[in-house]
């Protein structure tokens, strides 16, 4: 150890996005890269989620690329807990804009710019 090095009090701690980059290069994928939510009032939750939806009888749901992950949306509060319970069958999926806020149609006229498809259940990001 030189003296530049620190301990274990003063470590790097890999961020979420190196972590979850580092686990898909391990299984031979790319790296998920998410929607860019800087300057947004949404948060990326810092989680690994497993599978998505109901364990079918193989024993998991819908397969999710290690990094994609919940988002959380100030206001909202997701009805499962995690992607792994959600029970969501729709299918569909809520877009949202930068500003946290719900865009029903996004084809309407005027409608604001939506930048992530959210499940409506868990809130995994399906974009
Ligand atoms: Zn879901």
Known sequence: MTTNESTSTGATVPSFA?????????????????ADLAGTPMRVREELVRWHGPVDEVG?????????????????TWPAARPEDCADESHRGIWFDA???????VWAPG???????LCPRCGLDCT
């Open 99 to 105: 500003d946290g806020r719900e865009v029903p149609d």
């Open 60 to 76: 998991g749901g819908e397969w999710v690329d290690p990094g994609r992950t919940v988002i959380e949306v100030p206001g909202r």
């Open 18 to 34: 190196e972590r979850a980059a580092a686990f898909a290069r391990a299984q031979g994928r790319p790296p998920f890269v998410s």
């Open 111 to 117: 409608a604001p710019a939506p930048i992530v498809l």
